[in-house]
C-alpha cells in the first residue's frame, strides 16, 4: 500500500473515532458542547440531538465532505454545531469551513425568511487540531470584502488537542 493511501486510510478512521465520541452518550455530547463552544446547556434541558448532513453537492458537482453537524433541540430552541477534525496545519482550512458552514446555512434556510428576506444562519464552528504544531493559532480567519466594499473577517475558534 503506498504511502499517500495509507495516510488516507489512517485519517478516515481518526475521523470516524472522533465522530463516535460524540455518540457514546446524550450527557457526554451536551458536555463536549458546552466545553468546545462555551455553552451552558443542562442534559435534561435537551430534548434531543440530532447529527445532520455532512455531504454537500456543489453546483459543479464537486463533493465535499465535513466531519460533524449537530442540531440540538432544547427548551431554549434549536442549535446548530459544525466540528472539523484535523491532523495537519492545512492553510486551506478556513476556507473550507466557510463553504461548510455556508453550505449547511442554505441547507437550512431553505423555505425561511427573516422579515420577507432568506437568512442564511451558519452553524457555531470549531476545528479541533489533533497535532502538535506551534504554528497552529487560537483561530483561522480570512478578510472577506462585499460587493459595496465592506469587509468582515470571518473567524472559526480553533481546540489544538
Known sequence: MKLSDRRKK????????M??????????????????????FATEDVKAIH???AEFILDEYERIVGDLFLKLDT???????HVEF????????VIRMFRYGFEKALELAAGREDN???????????????EENEAIGEELAFRMRL???????YTVPVLRY
Open 10 to 17: 489512517e485519517k478516515l478512521k481518526l475521523d470516524q473515532m
Open 19 to 40: 465522530r463516535v465520541l460524540f455518540r457514546l452518550s446524550k450527557r457526554l455530547t451536551v458536555q463536549l458542547i458546552n466545553g468546545l463552544f462555551g455553552e451552558r
Open 51 to 53: 447529527y445532520g448532513n
Open 75 to 81: 427548551r431554549r430552541g434549536l442549535f446548530h454545531y
Open 86 to 93: 484535523q491532523t495537519l496545519n492545512d492553510q486551506s482550512m
Open 116 to 130: 420577507g428576506l432568506p437568512l442564511l444562519a451558519f452553524p457555531k464552528q470549531i476545528v479541533i487540531f489533533l
Open 147 to 153: 460587493p459595496d466594499g465592506t469587509e468582515t473577517v
